[in-house]
């Protein structure tokens, strides 16, 4: 079965902002048998786990790609390079193991695909993509968030 890339978080890798996981038993059981590659965009782009919490400002993760808008933490600190590092990361890793399809986090600002908080870390939720998402998407990487994380 071909191998597919995982949020480390969803793996059970305290790798999160707030240093906690999102492992499930329902997920561990979905992917029984499958090669899993897990990584953790954030922690690769260099960030530390905890962090402050960050969400995109002015776009979503495809308009970071484009660099017209970024990610920012709460305190209003930049760490769009980190992200994008990240992201870049998380691609040469799927590529090198053969992953055509990613299982990532929803809402996250890295792995999030379809809605992601708009940065007003109010809890709100807009249409788009985080900056992994949308680099593996660009790169034929087929991405899925995974269901009640």
Do not use: N, Q
């Not at 997920?27 to 919490?53: N, Q, W």
């Not at 929803?106 to 999030?112: F, K, Q, T």
């Not at 992601?116 to 939720?125: I, K, M, P, T, W």
Request: negative net charge; charged residues 25%.
């Amino acid at each position: 079965m071909e191998p597919i890339l995982v949020s480390a978080c969803l793996r059970g890798v305290p790798c999160r902002y707030d240093g906690r996981d999102k492992a499930s038993p329902e997920l561990d059981a979905a992917l029984a048998g499958r090669d899993v590659v897990s990584f953790c965009p954030e922690a690769a782009g260099g960030l530390p786990t905890p962090r402050r919490p960050a969400e995109l400002s002015g776009g979503d993760g495809h308009a970071v790609l484009d660099g017209t808008a970024r990610v920012v933490e709460d305190t209003g600190r930049d760490v769009t390079a980190a992200f994008v590092d990240g992201a870049h990361r998380a691609l040469a890793a799927a590529r090198h193991a053969g992953c055509t399809r990613a299982l990532l986090m929803p809402r996250s600002p890295s792995c999030g695909r379809g809605s992601v908080y708009d940065g007003s870390f109010a809890g709100e939720l807009v249409a788009g993509d985080g900056v992994t998402a949308a680099l593996l998407e660009r790169h034929g990487v087929t991405v899925r968030v995974a269901p009640g994380a």
